[in-house]
């Protein structure tokens, strides 16, 4: 798997259709309709997120890993 930052796994969540909720400190909240789920996604700038949490956050999203 290769690395992501925030900025573009944000543009993959809203792609998927989820829906930024709101903004607290350096974290994007995500929800989508339908769905208790919320997705908190770390927004440093350009910097790289951690394997695991990308995998994590894919998996509550219900995304594919192949489609980074």
């Known amino acids: 798997m290769k690395s992501i930052n925030g900025r573009n796994l944000v543009k ?3 792609h998927h259709g989820w829906k930024l ?8 909240i995500y929800g989508k309709k339908g769905s208790e789920i ?3 996604v ?3 700038g350009d910097k790289a997120l951690k394997i695991g ?3 994590n956050i894919l998996k ?3 995304i594919n890993e192949k489609e980074l």
Do not use: D, Q, Y
């Open 38 to 40: 919320r997705i908190s």
């Open 53 to 55: 949490l990308v995998k």
């Open 60 to 62: 509550l999203a219900g």
């Open 42 to 44: 770390p927004f440093h």
């Open 21 to 28: 909720l709101r903004i607290t400190g350096s974290h994007h």
């Open 12 to 14: 993959l969540l809203e």
